[in-house]
């Protein structure tokens, strides 16, 4: 099984930047994509980036030009970097892996808040 924990969270003015992370542990070589969603309260969980074990990324149209996806397969860690940081982007940012196959399973952390103050 997988473990993945989310760090990086904070509360940041519009216009700042954070660094998200996410670490795994486990069987972290059977996994393929890992994500990033994003939730507010009262909400449905948003994807916000997706990341493949080959470097193939994809955005959500929200955050295009202002996040950035990346991953490091060795240290099994999966990062997200966010710029121009805007009110919306209030969530609790959650981290998400999924194994190879039609048969893999996802795996999700227990999320990071991000506060963006105006």
């Known amino acids: 099984q997988v473990q993945l924990v989310e760090s990086g969270g904070g509360l940041v003015q519009a216009g700042g930047s954070l660094r998200l992370s996410c670490a795994a542990s486990g069987s972290i070589f059977s996994i393929n994509v890992m994500a990033w969603y994003r939730q507010v309260a009262g909400k449905g969980r948003e994807q916000v980036a997706t990341?493949?074990?080959?470097?193939?990324?994809n955005y959500a149209d929200s955050v295009k030009g202002r996040f950035t996806i990346s991953r490091d397969n060795a240290k099994g860690t999966v990062y997200l970097q966010m710029n121009d940081l805007k009110p919306e982007d209030t969530a609790v940012y959650y981290c998400?892996?999924?194994?190879?196959?039609?048969?893999?399973?996802?795996?999700w952390g227990k999320g990071t808040l991000v506060t963006v103050s105006s």
């Open positions: 990341v493949t074990t080959g470097g193939r990324t």
């Open positions: 998400k892996g999924s194994e190879f196959g039609t048969k893999g399973m996802d795996y």
